[in-house]
């Protein structure tokens, strides 16, 4: 039997890091041309996990040097209301970039708020006319999760054309997004899923697992080809021997003995989504400043973040 190489554990935070290094830098360089970039984040009731996450993207923009502002809401606004705000937020000049936390209450249509997101300030590219665009292969404001997971794929792997990749999961936010991502940089993309049959075994051949269906440790060894890229976009919380601990989608201490590089939970994907909100809030702000001179962009980083 051949000897495996050492398994690349890849470091999201370091890789998030150089993301918001490339954002400030270009935040400073949009200010010094009169645009400050802002960033709206609408929550709406008392989810504490949001709360957290909100919180983290408010932290981030600063130190990136975007404004943020937050918009917290009870959770028994309605929907009339919360769409009063998206609009008067649309039609803020000030504001680059609206995001509104999910999920919704279930009283709110999450659909129909998504799609009240001016396509142009829409920082989670979840508005239809982004959607389509992304699966047209045009350059569009891209969902953050799977924009990140591509870059660290890109960082882990160099070029990703011919190679096989297998999305665990189909969810709008992540699964397809990723599934466009992937088709776009050349990859045979396979996505499978809950009612999959056979799902190990088309698991098992891929040369990229990109694990994104909340199911704790779904994902182990067996499921692996020898020399796998595994990302890991799970973040569940689970009750172990009495302490609440956040895992993934995939069993890290199995998967390790198989694979050629792996995101940790926490560490992994999620600092890259936040890392790619600032990025994309920036590249919002370009998209209502067209006028500004073309020297604002940072040469080697592409205007959005699906380049
Ligand atoms: N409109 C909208 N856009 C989103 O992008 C969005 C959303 N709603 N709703 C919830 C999910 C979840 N999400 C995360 C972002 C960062 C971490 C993150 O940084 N996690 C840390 C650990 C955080 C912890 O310890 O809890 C890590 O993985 O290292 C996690 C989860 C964005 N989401």
Known sequence: MNAQAPVQIIDGKAAAARVLAEVSAEVQAMKARGVAPALAVILVGQDPASQVYVRNKVLRAEECGIRSLEFRRPAETDEAELLDLIHNLNADPDVHGILVQLPLPDHIDEAR?????????????????????????????????????????????????????????RSNIVGKPMAALLLKAHCSVTVVHSRSANLKDLCRQADIVVAAVGRPRLVDAD??????????????????????????????????????????????????????LMKNTLAAARLQHSDLPATVQHPEAPCLSIS
Request: with cysteine; charged share 20%; hydrophobic share 45%.
């Open 223 to 276: 499921w692996l080809k020898p020399g796998a890229v595994v990302i890991d976009v799970g973040i569940n919380r689970i009750d172990e021997g009495g302490r609440s601990r956040l895992v993934g989608d995939v069993d890290f201490d199995s998967a390790i003995a198989r694979a050629a590089a792996i995101t940790p939970v926490p560490g992994g994907v999620g600092p890259m989504t936040i890392a790619f």
């Open 113 to 169: 708020v998504l799609q009240a997101v001016s396509p142009l300030k829409d920082v989670d590219g979840f508005h239809a006319e982004n959607v389509g665009g992304l699966s047209q292969g045009r350059e569009v404001l891209t969902p953050c999760t799977p924009a990140g997971c591509l870059r660290l794929l890109q960082d882990s792997c160099g070029d990703l054309a011919g190679k096989h990749a297998v999305v665990i999961g």
